[in-house]
């Protein structure tokens, strides 16, 4: 396992974390949007275990590659998700911000 794979994986999930945190938190940053994009409140505790359990799998995806690995499909797919739920709510200047987060998921998929 490559050190640039291992700094990847960690940026990924740490990113996660932050992310996870930001809306269990109500973070301003976090809310508006999602109230904006018509996203349930019902929703975001699930939304922020999902990105939870996304940043833990990846780190353990460390020790065990085939969690690291389904951990880093769902992330991508739900930062997918994210970018279309904003380019469905027409906030088009939103959607680098779950591409962002996406990108180092992604990266943490490649070969070590």
């Known amino acids: 396992m490559s050190t640039t794979?291992?700094?990847?994986?960690?940026?990924?999930?740490?990113?996660a974390g932050f992310?996870?945190?930001?809306?269990?938190?109500?973070?301003?940053?976090?809310?508006?949007p999602?109230?904006?994009?018509?996203?349930?409140?019902?929703?975001w505790p699930f939304l922020g275990a999902a990105k939870v359990?996304?940043?833990v799998g990846l780190l353990v995806g460390l020790a065990v590659p085939v969690i690291g690995t389904l951990a880093g499909i769902g992330?991508?797919?739900?930062?997918?998700?994210?970018?279309?739920?904003?380019?469905?709510?027409?906030?088009y200047g939103h959607i680098p911000f779950p591409l962002v987060y996406l990108a180092p998921a992604l990266a943490s998929l490649l070969p070590a």
């Open 19 to 32: 992310s996870s945190g930001s809306i269990v938190a109500r973070a301003k940053f976090v809310v508006e």
């Open 75 to 91: 992330l991508v797919l739900y930062f997918l998700g994210a970018a279309i739920t904003c380019a469905r709510a027409r906030a």
């Open 53 to 55: 359990a996304g940043a």
């Open 5 to 15: 794979y291992t700094v990847v994986t960690v940026l990924g999930a740490v990113m």
């Open 34 to 43: 999602l109230t904006q994009y018509g996203v349930p409140r019902s929703w």
